[in-house]
């Protein structure tokens, strides 16, 4: 199931899946994020692998191997 940093995903669901599996989800980034909401365009600060925007409940998740790269932070869906 672990693949390191080389694993990919199709989409945001998969990256919050593998947070979930391997226990990432509520850790804590080596720095926090701002992130604008693809949803409802509010910006937030992610500080967690996985989180969620405090106006719609869009779900979010970046893997620990990503995190320094706003690109990498994928939508996963809303309450996901």
Known sequence: ????CSGTFE???QVV????AMGFSNQFMPMPMKKNCDNCNTEFVM???ESKCPKCNMTYGV???????PSNIKPA???Y
């Open 77 to 79: 869906g809303i309450n």
């Open 1 to 4: 199931m672990h693949e390191g």
């Open 47 to 49: 500080e967690t692998f």
């Open 17 to 20: 899946n593998k947070l979930r």
């Open 11 to 13: 989409n945001g669901k």
């Open 63 to 69: 893997t620990p191997c990503h995190a320094f790269d």
